[in-house]
């Protein structure tokens, strides 16, 4: 047209660009999200936060009226209190923090505490370790269970994969392996209350949910749902990814297929709680206690005591844990009863005085506990999180290095995403 005009002797027409609403959408208010909100924030940059729930936190989020106390119905420790700044956090607050698992792990088999428990288990686990180190010279990845021996290796694998949320045949031995090991916290009013109170200070909106991401022009995406649409420079997303590769969030145009095979192989993992609230607390039981017959019958149960409230925990997971979620909340609510009981005696049946059920694989927003690797894409978390054209950028079950299934690795994945987009900024 310009040039036309020109030809013509009459002015070109040129047309501004709209401008942008903020300078980063990040989508999501989850650790990952509300910690990029932060650092996009310090460093000047105007940033909206789309919240798809009516709460903030994500995964992280302490309960306090089902059971008429603190209950963290998805994270609850603090890994690595070593290295996690959460703890300090905590404490600048005011909050009180206890070192958990001080007693170490009771092993139950047929109901009863098996003796030096712990101590086979451990060495149980270590001549896992050394087979899946001889095994691994091929150089191919495999699943933790197919390296066990014995019934109490088999015992460790499923034990390994119940922290992972997944089952031993399921683990990925190169992803289980990148994955960091230290002391765990748990701090006074829950993990859930301290990620919401550190971020006090983000606008979030809330009800918010993207529906779609249009990333086709060169200078701006756009993202739009039932509140209408924003442009911005950049996004970052930190929905989980299997709520991604369910395709609740339209990408226009679509994201590439290597993108797209890794959230096809990150799949939410099953790790389902039970909440029971007791007349007093159970200072006679073990804090942590592992079934190992369920174990070996792939039905993986475990058991929290919490030292200090009149508060168990079940926990189911794997291919157990989303058989009891298809069955729906009066199986899993049942179930939690039984396994308590199975653990720690009849006794205890009479002084149940409440349930709750945090089941995450039946939540849409989120479609599992947290990402769980498939066997031999082990790089998934690392292609998932590499940033897109500079404007796309990933974070939560992403990378995270050490730490990706915790709420310090979402934070940590959700503060690097800030700091590639303040650094490209200012290149």
């Given at each position: 047209?310009?040039?036309?005009?020109?030809?013509?002797?009459?002015?070109?027409?040129?047309?501004?660009a709209r401008p942008v609403e903020a300078d980063v959408v990040v989508i999501g208010a989850g650790a990952a999200g509300l910690a990029a909100a932060r650092a996009l924030r310090a460093g000047g940059r105007r940033v909206v936060v789309l919240e798809a729930r009516n709460r903030i936190g994500g995964r992280a989020h302490t309960d306090t009226a089902a059971l008429g106390l603190p209950f963290d119905r998805g994270a609850h420790w603090l890994h690595s209190a070593s290295v996690n700044p959460f703890l300090a956090e905590a404490r600048r607050l005011g909050r009180r923090t206890w070192l958990s698992g001080e007693d170490?792990?009771?092993?139950?088999?047929?109901?009863?505490?098996?003796?030096?428990?712990?101590?086979?288990l451990e060495a149980a686990m270590a001549q896992l370790e050394r087979r899946v180190v001889r095994r691994s010279l091929l150089g191919a990845d495999f699943a933790l269970g197919?390296?066990?021996?014995?019934?109490?290796?088999?015992?460790?694998?499923?034990?390994?994969?119940?922290?992972?949320a997944?089952?031993?045949?399921?683990?990925?031995?190169?992803?289980?392996?990148?994955?960091?090991?230290?002391?765990?916290?748990?701090?006074?009013?829950?993990?859930?209350?301290?990620?919401?109170?550190?971020?006090?200070?983000?606008?979030?909106?809330?009800?918010?949910?993207?529906?779609?991401i249009d990333w086709r022009a060169?200078?701006?995406?756009?993202?739009?749902?039932?509140?209408?649409?924003?442009?911005?420079?950049?996004?970052?997303?930190?929905?989980?990814?299997?709520?991604?590769?369910?395709?609740?969030?339209?990408?226009?145009?679509?994201?590439p297929v290597l993108r797209q095979a890794a959230l096809?192989?990150?799949?939410?993992?099953?790790?389902?709680?039970?909440?029971l609230r007791l007349d007093r607390p159970l200072t006679e039981a073990p804090e942590f206690a592992f079934d190992m017959d369920a174990a070996l019958r792939h039905e993986t149960t475990a058991l929290y005591v919490d030292p200090r409230l009149p508060l168990a925990t079940v926990i189911f997971s794997g291919r157990h844990a989303r058989a009891l979620s298809t069955a729906g909340p009066g199986a899993l609510t049942a179930a939690g009863r039984a396994a308590l009981v199975a653990m720690l005696g009849s006794s205890l049946r009479g002084r149940i005085t409440a349930t709750t059920?945090?089941?995450?694989?039946?939540?849409?927003?989120?479609?599992?506990?947290?990402?769980?690797?498939?066997?031999?894409?082990?790089?998934?978390?690392?292609?998932?999180?590499?940033?897109?054209?500079?404007?796309?950028?990933?974070?939560?079950?992403?990378d995270g290095k050490a730490y990706a299934v915790t709420v310090?690795?979402?934070?940590?994945?959700?503060?690097?995403a800030g700091r590639a987009i303040l650094a490209r900024a200012r290149g």
């Amino acid at each position: 047209m310009a040039a036309g005009a020109a030809l013509m002797g009459a002015p070109a027409i040129v047309r501004a660009a709209r401008p942008v609403e903020a300078d980063v959408v990040v989508i999501g208010a989850g650790a990952a999200g509300l910690a990029a909100a932060r650092a996009l924030r310090a460093g000047g940059r105007r940033v909206v936060v789309l919240e798809a729930r009516n709460r903030i936190g994500g995964r992280a989020h302490t309960d306090t009226a089902a059971l008429g106390l603190p209950f963290d119905r998805g994270a609850h420790w603090l890994h690595s209190a070593s290295v996690n700044p959460f703890l300090a956090e905590a404490r600048r607050l005011g909050r009180r923090t206890w070192l958990s698992g001080e007693d170490g792990l009771t092993l139950l088999r047929g109901g009863r505490a098996l003796k030096d428990g712990e101590a086979q288990l451990e060495a149980a686990m270590a001549q896992l370790e050394r087979r899946v180190v001889r095994r691994s010279l091929l150089g191919a990845d495999f699943a933790l269970g197919q390296a066990a021996g014995d019934e109490m290796q088999q015992v460790a694998a499923e034990y390994a994969a119940f922290t992972l949320a997944t089952d031993r045949d399921r683990l990925s031995v190169q992803d289980y392996g990148a994955l960091a090991d230290g002391e765990d916290h748990v701090v006074e009013g829950g993990f859930g209350q301290l990620v919401a109170d550190l971020a006090a200070d983000v606008p979030v909106r809330t009800g918010h949910g993207v529906q779609k991401i249009d990333w086709r022009a060169s200078d701006r995406v756009r993202v739009s749902g039932a509140f209408g649409a924003l442009d911005a420079r950049q996004v970052v997303i930190t929905v989980p990814p299997p709520v991604l590769a369910r395709g609740t969030i339209a990408f226009d145009p679509p994201l590439p297929v290597l993108r797209q095979a890794a959230l096809d192989a990150l799949q939410g993992g099953a790790f389902i709680k039970v909440g029971l609230r007791l007349d007093r607390p159970l200072t006679e039981a073990p804090e942590f206690a592992f079934d190992m017959d369920a174990a070996l019958r792939h039905e993986t149960t475990a058991l929290y005591v919490d030292p200090r409230l009149p508060l168990a925990t079940v926990i189911f997971s794997g291919r157990h844990a989303r058989a009891l979620s298809t069955a729906g909340p009066g199986a899993l609510t049942a179930a939690g009863r039984a396994a308590l009981v199975a653990m720690l005696g009849s006794s205890l049946r009479g002084r149940i005085t409440a349930t709750t059920v945090a089941d995450w694989t039946s939540d849409p927003f989120a479609l599992g506990a947290y990402s769980v690797v498939k066997v031999g894409q082990a790089r998934a978390r690392q292609v998932y999180g590499t940033p897109i054209d500079h404007r796309l950028f990933f974070a939560g079950d992403s990378d995270g290095k050490a730490y990706a299934v915790t709420v310090m690795g979402a934070r940590r994945s959700g503060e690097a995403a800030g700091r590639a987009i303040l650094a490209r900024a200012r290149g």
